[in-house]
């Protein structure tokens, strides 16, 4: 059973940066991976995700601030977080899917979350 296990979150100062991290216990190479977001009484949601062709894309919100990128080599997943704003404020989860249509095709796993709090 493949494991994602992510780091990096924590407590920074509006407009300060964090790096988050996303170490998978196996290959990534075949599989899309993202970033979601979870705040308090939220839904979870997709903050940015990135294809195993390596094309990356980041919602609106966050758009010019953070930036997701993969090394497949190394199994790791990594968002870059900068002018963090205290709406940014939740835990943040890794994730690994296949592009396929049908969910139970999918094989999608989920870390445990990192916290991230920004502070106004």
């Known amino acids: 059973q493949v494991q994602l296990v992510e780091s990096g979150g924590g407590l920074v100062q509006a407009g300060g940066s964090l790096r988050l991290s996303c170490v998978a216990s196996?290959?990534?190479?075949?599989?899309?991976m993202g970033w979601y977001s979870q705040g308090p009484g939220k839904e979870r949601e997709l903050v940015a995700d990135?294809?195993?062709?390596?094309?990356?894309r980041v919602v609106p919100s966050v758009e010019g601030r953070f930036t997701i990128s993969r090394d497949n080599a190394k199994n790791t997943l990594t968002l870059q977080m900068s002018n963090l704003k205290p709406e940014d404020t939740a835990m943040y989860f890794c994730?690994?899917?296949?592009?396929?249509?049908?969910?139970?095709?999918?094989?999608?796993?989920w870390g445990q979350g990192t916290q991230v709090t920004v502070s106004s």
């Open positions: 196996g290959s990534i190479s075949s599989y899309s």
């Open positions: 990135i294809t195993a062709g390596n094309s990356p």
């Open positions: 994730s690994r899917w296949r592009e396929e249509h049908d969910p139970k095709l999918q094989d999608r796993r």
